[in-house]
């Protein structure tokens, strides 16, 4: 398999484990919060279980003490051992002391913290019990009789082993739980991705099945994600499609509009080879005309390439179209296009701002030029003029310009007019024709007041909005 392919295959791979791995941490971060969060709920809730279990057998101990001979005596019930037996591995102790705080039945062990007098009863406490931690209450009863008045103080505890077997039951089973909704949803999310990612998986499949030629917009299928992804491949297609078709074009061009200039070139030569010396001067004349020619036509084909390369690659940026007034004045030559032909230049205080491309702007404004230069008449003007909706380049001269007809056809490819004499390339206004397209502009070309004027319109750019 070719390495392209194979890095392609890796890229989709690892497109599925990056969302795998992202769907796997959030997951096991959850999976942490669920634990530590059922484990606090599993410890409280064995906590309030056994801790009614406890304040249970203390009442029952407490209810049992009674006055006999001015004498506090507790009868231990058996419910308050059956209540603590539920807890099966746990140790226990209890303790009944006086108001003193004598202790009349009971372990010494079971013995409240100091401090606890001022405490509301009933009251928890953690202590130990044979070293061991465990968990005390304590409840008290009070008496009001001839010959005993005072409290009864009953503790009661028990180790903590029962708690933390249940606490740790619970927090295994919701652990269990989560792992199984955690599966699930691994499997689940798997499927999802795999099912998101099959629109991709068809447009690869449908690229790789097309003809390398097949350039035709691709249907959006799938979720507006890959709807948004076929429409840029579309729109880059649609400029692939331009600049292949420029190409086509340009060669197609070079091959039919070479063959006869350089066939009379060829002949021009020959011929001013077999002449007699008076013919030579007429011959090299005419070949240098055709020359000529032939380089107007390879300028303006290959200034046509450039024109329609740059609008598909170069993004629109703000011009001043009175730099480009300027430009095009400096880069064409009137002397030598048009001897004794004087250029004015009309242009505005204000900037007159279009989004556009500077190249693309200066070679239909050389193009423009050049025409007026060579087929107008003097005087010619170069200027720009700007409203609010819309700004011109534009060019005029003072000859009455081509006849309606003529000017329907002019802005084709290799359109001639017959004012031309065959020296134009018929590719000028082409040029300017591709850039206002390329730019949401438009040509106009008419008779002014002035003079003929052909003019490049394009939409006004405001300052508050660049």
Same mark, same amino acid.
Request: charge should be negative; include cysteine; aromatic fraction near 4%.
């Given at each position: 398999?070719?390495?392209?392919?194979?890095?392609? $295959?890796?890229?989709?791979?690892s497109?599925?484990?990056?969302?795998?791995?992202?769907?796997l941490?959030?997951?096991?971060?959850?999976?942490?919060?669920?634990l530590?969060?059922?484990?606090a709920y599993?410890?409280?809730?064995?906590?309030?279980?056994y801790?009614? =279990?406890?304040?249970g057998?203390?009442?029952?101990i407490?209810?049992?003490?009674?006055?006999?001979d001015?004498?506090?005596v507790?009868?231990i019930?058996?419910?308050?051992?059956?209540l603590?037996?539920?807890?099966?591995?746990?140790?226990?102790?209890?303790?009944?002391?006086?108001?003193?705080?004598?202790?009349?039945t009971g372990?010494?062990?079971a013995l409240? +913290?100091?401090?606890?007098?001022r405490?509301?009863?009933?009251?928890y406490?953690?202590?130990?019990?044979?070293?061991?931690?465990?968990?005390?209450?304590?409840?008290?009863r009070?008496?009001?009789e001839?010959d005993?008045?005072?409290t009864?103080?009953?503790?009661?505890?028990?180790?903590?082993r029962?708690?933390?077997?249940m606490?740790?039951?619970?927090?295994k089973?919701?652990?269990?739980?989560?792992?199984?909704?955690?599966?699930?949803l691994?499997?689940?999310?798997?499927l999802?991705i795999?099912?998101?990612?099959?629109?991709?998986?068809q447009?690869?499949?449908?690229? /790789?099945?097309?003809?390398p030629?097949? =350039?035709t917009?691709?249907?959006?299928h799938?979720?507006a994600e890959?709807?948004?992804m076929?429409?840029?491949?579309?729109?880059?297609?649609?400029?692939?499609?331009?600049?292949i078709g420029?190409?086509k074009?340009?060669?197609?061009?070079?091959?039919h509009?070479?063959r006869?200039?350089v066939?009379?070139?060829r002949?021009?030569?020959?011929?001013?080879?077999?002449?007699?010396k008076?013919h030579?001067?007429?011959?090299?004349?005419?070949?240098?005309?055709?020359?000529r020619?032939?380089?107007?036509?390879?300028?303006?084909?290959?200034?046509?390439?450039?024109v329609?390369h740059?609008?598909d690659?170069?993004p629109?940026k703000?011009?001043?179209?009175r730099?480009?007034?300027?430009?095009v004045l400096?880069d064409?030559? +009137?002397?030598l296009?048009?001897p004794?032909v004087?250029?004015?230049? $009309?242009?505005?205080?204000?900037?007159v701002?279009?989004?556009?491309?500077?190249?693309?702007?200066?070679?239909?404004?050389?193009n423009m030029?050049?025409?007026?230069?060579?087929?107008g008449?003097?005087?010619?003007r170069? *200027?720009v003029?700007?409203?609010?909706?819309q700004?011109?380049l534009?060019?005029?001269?003072?000859?009455?310009?081509?006849?309606?007809d003529?000017?329907?056809?002019?802005?084709?490819?290799f359109e001639?007019?017959a004012?031309?004499r065959g020296t134009?390339? *018929?590719?000028g206004?082409?040029?300017?024709h591709?850039?206002a397209e390329a730019?949401?502009?438009?040509?106009?070309?008419?008779?002014?007041?002035?003079?003929?004027?052909?003019?490049?319109v /394009?939409p006004?750019?405001?300052e508050?909005?660049?």
């Amino acid at each position: 398999m070719p390495t392209d392919e194979l890095r392609v $295959i890796a890229a989709q791979r690892s497109l599925l484990s990056r969302v795998m791995i992202g769907v796997l941490s959030l997951l096991a971060v959850g999976g942490c919060v669920v634990l530590l969060a059922s484990f606090a709920y599993g410890k409280n809730a064995a906590r309030q279980a056994y801790d009614r =279990l406890l304040i249970g057998a203390a009442n029952d101990i407490a209810e049992s003490i009674n006055i006999i001979d001015g004498a506090a005596v507790a009868d231990i019930p058996v419910s308050a051992f059956g209540l603590l037996s539920l807890a099966l591995d746990d140790r226990i102790s209890y303790a009944v002391r006086g108001p003193d705080g004598t202790l009349l039945t009971g372990y010494e062990t079971a013995l409240p +913290p100091e401090g606890s007098a001022r405490r509301s009863p009933p009251f928890y406490y953690d202590s130990t019990l044979q070293g061991e931690p465990s968990r005390f209450v304590t409840v008290v009863r009070r008496f009001s009789e001839r010959d005993y008045s005072g409290t009864v103080s009953v503790t009661v505890g028990q180790t903590l082993r029962a708690r933390n077997e249940m606490a740790l039951n619970l927090t295994k089973g919701a652990l269990v739980m989560t792992g199984l909704a955690g599966i699930a949803l691994i499997l689940s999310a798997y499927l999802v991705i795999r099912s998101a990612m099959r629109p991709l998986d068809q447009m690869a499949n449908e690229l /790789l099945a097309r003809d390398p030629y097949d =350039l035709t917009p691709m249907k959006a299928h799938g979720p507006a994600e890959v709807a948004v992804m076929t429409e840029a491949m579309n729109r880059f297609m649609q400029r692939l499609d331009r600049q292949i078709g420029a190409m086509k074009h340009l060669i197609s061009d070079t091959a039919h509009q070479l063959r006869t200039p350089v066939a009379a070139i060829r002949a021009q030569a020959e011929l001013a080879l077999e002449d007699d010396k008076d013919h030579q001067p007429q011959r090299l004349e005419r070949l240098l005309r055709r020359t000529r020619s032939l380089g107007n036509l390879l300028d303006q084909m290959l200034s046509r390439a450039l024109v329609i390369h740059r609008t598909d690659n170069a993004p629109p940026k703000p011009v001043d179209l009175r730099d480009i007034a300027l430009q095009v004045l400096d880069d064409c030559d +009137p002397d030598l296009l048009a001897p004794g032909v004087e250029v004015d230049l $009309i242009i505005t205080e204000a900037p007159v701002i279009v989004m556009a491309d500077e190249v693309s702007l200066t070679e239909a404004g050389k193009n423009m030029l050049t025409n007026a230069l060579q087929h107008g008449q003097a005087p010619v003007r170069i *200027g720009v003029s700007t409203n609010t909706n819309q700004s011109e380049l534009w060019v005029e001269d003072a000859g009455e310009g081509p006849e309606q007809d003529v000017l329907s056809r002019i802005g084709g490819r290799f359109e001639r007019s017959a004012a031309s004499r065959g020296t134009s390339a *018929g590719l000028g206004l082409s040029i300017v024709h591709a850039v206002a397209e390329a730019f949401g502009g438009k040509i106009t070309m008419g008779k002014q007041a002035n003079g003929f004027r052909v003019a490049l319109v /394009l939409p006004t750019q405001e300052e508050d909005e660049l």
